[in-house]
């Protein structure tokens, strides 16, 4: 039996992360929440608000023996742009943030290697933070799957999908394939 890891990222809107990460081998669980903030157990609108501190993330559960952490970090870093804060695109807050948020300590080192390749990478323009996950709380069920739910919604159609598509011509070696 293999163990899962956990990850908690943070890339813009969750639906656009998630809808990504479900393609992704060696994924076993993936849950939209929010993350990083201070209000308890928080709602949609209160987040959106800018009030709690919270940033949408996107928890998620892997093998490692299928994909390595290095490997969902390295995709992390193509669907979304670190380099813009507070804003992906026209979604614009601090719930919007980029940050990547590890579970147990020895995650850190390993994310604190590719954070700083891709800030090299980018000549210092970086604004990904990195820290141990605190107050995370799961976003409401009409969030779960989203994308999967209504790829014919507007943003899913015009904005997510071109995530997912991005996702899929570069990492095409990561894909699931129809037995997972």
């Known amino acids: 039996m293999n163990t899962l890891e956990r990850i908690t990222l943070a890339g813009g809107c969750f639906w656009c992360t998630e809808a990504v990460y479900?393609?992704?081998?060696?994924?076993?669980?993936?849950?939209?929440?929010?993350a990083m903030g201070h209000v308890k157990d928080p709602n949609y609108e209160q987040v959106c608000?800018?009030?709690?501190?919270?940033?949408?993330?996107?928890?998620?559960?892997?093998?490692?023996?299928?994909?390595?952490?290095?490997?969902?970090?390295?995709?992390?870093?193509?669907?979304?742009d670190p380099t813009?804060?507070?804003?992906?695109?026209?979604?614009?807050?601090?719930?919007?943030?980029?940050g990547i948020y590890f579970h147990m300590p020895e995650q850190e080192a390993q994310c604190r290697a590719?954070?700083?390749?891709v800030q090299q990478a980018n000549t210092?323009?970086?604004?990904?933070?990195?820290?141990?996950?605190?107050?995370?709380?799961?976003?409401?069920?009409?969030?779960?799957?989203?994308?999967?739910?209504?790829?014919?919604?507007?943003?899913?159609?015009?904005?997510?999908a071109g995530k997912v598509e991005k996702f899929r011509k570069t990492f095409a070696r990561l894909m699931r394939n129809d037995t997972e």
């Open 124 to 160: 210092g323009k970086v604004v990904t933070e990195l820290a141990p996950i605190r107050d995370y709380w799961p976003a409401e069920p009409y969030h779960q799957h989203y994308y999967a739910r209504h790829p014919d919604q507007g943003y899913c159609a015009f904005v997510v």
């Open 114 to 117: 590719v954070l700083d390749e």
């Open 84 to 98: 813009t804060l507070n804003r992906q695109g026209a979604d614009v807050g601090t719930q919007y943030r980029s």
């Open 49 to 80: 608000s800018g009030n709690t501190g919270h940033a949408e993330v996107l928890r998620i559960d892997f093998d490692p023996q299928q994909v390595s952490l290095r490997e969902l970090l390295e995709v992390f870093f193509v669907i979304h």
């Open 22 to 34: 479900e393609q992704v081998r060696g994924v076993q669980a993936l849950e939209s929440g929010y």
